[in-house]
């Protein structure tokens, strides 16, 4: 049963805020002495400790490897692996608040997707307004560089890159809802961040020679935090919520993570924040905050994706057995 939200669950909410609003800054001060397969490979080995130290601290435990896992290793590929990978090469090219701003598009591609692939859910005019919304702020950021086409444009594969991983994590919710078994959200989560590492591992191990040594303290504290906060803490944070106050609440983070990356990417990284990425930021939350509104309306509920900066196998772990559709 869903308790009623404390002032505890509202702190916990604003500290997943920070934690996945401040990753891009992480990213961008990391991959100044790390290649974006080792950043990725170390950030899931760290996050996956933590919750592998949440497993054994609840009393669970991972299954042996089986076909069981075949769902595991699909949610581990789109759901982690591409998009992380891809965010952190696009941060070669482009700055933390642009990336952050273009993640927020990740709810609004999740219902696209849903309307699409899953007959039992149900749509509002207002929801298929939100995309007009929502989609005209990611044209909005990458217009600026669509003239001078793809050839020499490194920014522009940078954002493209960057909507291709949002694709990937709203592809991997949709696939969840459809195809993963209920299991625990820990174990689905710790699992999934193993296999995700496993996959990282061939082409970090080939790039360890790209490694900056001795690493920089700036870079050696942001791969830290990536992984043991950004990832780790932050996952077992966002099932206490869903579990608590319930995933609608839980979904409000979706709201505060962009500003907060683009507020991060200002003060931490003296990035010039412009009235594109402002207006885009703002259209991108308005579509998001319409589709909500129109689901609610319809008596249907978007995943509560948060983030694109956590596994999204622990958005899925916790959002498959918590949230259906409500006319079920």
Same mark, same amino acid.
């Given at each position: 049963?869903?308790?009623?939200?404390?002032?505890?669950?509202?702190?916990?909410?604003?500290?997943?805020?920070?934690?996945?609003?401040?990753?891009?800054?992480?990213?961008?001060?990391?991959?100044?002495?790390?290649?974006?397969?080792?950043?990725?490979?170390?950030?899931?080995?760290?996050?996956?400790?933590?919750?592998?130290?949440?497993?054994?601290?609840?009393?669970?435990?991972?299954?042996?490897?089986?076909?069981?896992?075949?769902?595991?290793?699909?949610?581990?590929?789109?759901?982690?692996?591409?998009?992380?990978?891809?965010?952190?090469?696009?941060?070669?090219?482009?700055?933390?608040?642009?990336?952050?701003?273009?993640?927020?598009?990740? #709810?609004?591609?999740?219902?696209?997707?849903?309307?699409?692939?899953?007959?039992?859910?149900?749509?509002?005019?207002?929801?298929?307004?939100?995309?007009?919304?929502?989609?005209?702020?990611?044209?909005?950021?990458?217009?600026?560089?669509?003239?001078?086409?793809?050839?020499?444009?490194?920014?522009?594969?940078?954002?493209?890159?960057?909507?291709?991983?949002?694709?990937?994590?709203?592809?991997?919710?949709?696939?969840?809802?459809?195809?993963?078994?209920?299991?625990?959200?820990?174990?689905?989560?710790?699992?999934?961040?193993?296999?995700?590492?496993?996959?990282?591992?061939?082409?970090?191990?080939?790039?360890?020679?790209?490694?900056?040594?001795?690493?920089?303290?700036?870079?050696?504290?942001?791969?830290?935090?990536?992984?043991?906060?950004?990832?780790?803490?932050?996952?077992?944070?966002?099932?206490?919520?869903?579990?608590? #106050?319930?995933?609608?609440?839980?979904?409000?983070?979706?709201?505060?993570? #962009?500003?907060?990356?683009?507020?991060?990417?200002?003060?931490?990284?003296?990035?010039?924040?412009?009235?594109?990425?402002?207006?885009?930021?703002?259209?991108?939350?308005?579509?998001?905050?319409?589709?909500?509104?129109?689901?609610?309306?319809?008596?249907?509920?978007?995943?509560?994706?948060?983030?694109?900066?956590?596994?999204?196998?622990?958005?899925?772990?916790?959002?498959? #057995?918590?949230?259906?559709?409500?006319?079920?």
């Amino acid at each position: 049963m869903q308790q009623r939200a404390t002032i505890k669950d509202w702190f916990v909410l604003f500290s997943l805020t920070i934690f996945w609003g401040t990753s891009f800054v992480f990213n961008e001060l990391a991959l100044a002495a790390v290649p974006p397969s080792v950043l990725v490979m170390v950030r899931l080995l760290l996050g996956f400790l933590v919750l592998l130290a949440a497993l054994l601290a609840s009393r669970q435990g991972l299954p042996r490897p089986s076909r069981a896992w075949l769902p595991w290793l699909v949610i581990a590929l789109l759901g982690t692996f591409l998009p992380m990978r891809l965010t952190a090469w696009a941060q070669l090219f482009i700055g933390s608040a642009e990336t952050g701003v273009l993640m927020a598009i990740t #709810p609004l591609m999740v219902f696209a997707l849903s309307w699409i692939f899953l007959p039992q859910e149900r749509a509002s005019g207002w929801q298929f307004l939100s995309l007009l919304f929502g989609f005209a702020g990611v044209f909005l950021l990458v217009a600026g560089d669509m003239p001078s086409g793809l050839r020499n444009n490194p920014h522009l594969f940078g954002l493209l890159a960057v909507l291709v991983a949002a694709f990937c994590y709203a592809m991997n919710s949709v696939y969840a809802r459809r195809f993963a078994a209920s299991q625990s959200p820990l174990v689905l989560a710790t699992g999934t961040m193993l296999l995700a590492s496993l996959l990282t591992a061939p082409a970090a191990l080939a790039d360890l020679s790209m490694v900056l040594w001795p690493l920089p303290l700036s870079a050696v504290v942001a791969l830290l935090m990536l992984g043991l906060v950004s990832t780790g803490l932050a996952s077992v944070l966002y099932f206490r919520l869903v579990q608590g #106050p319930g995933p609608v609440f839980t979904a409000q983070v979706t709201y505060g993570v #962009p500003a907060w990356a683009v507020l991060a990417a200002a003060w931490v990284l003296q990035e010039p924040i412009g009235t594109r990425i402002l207006l885009g930021l703002a259209l991108i939350l308005l579509g998001v905050a319409l589709t909500e509104w129109g689901g609610r309306r319809s008596r249907w509920r978007a995943l509560p994706l948060a983030d694109a900066h956590a596994s999204g196998a622990t958005r899925v772990a916790a959002a498959v #057995p918590a949230v259906r559709p409500v006319s079920k």
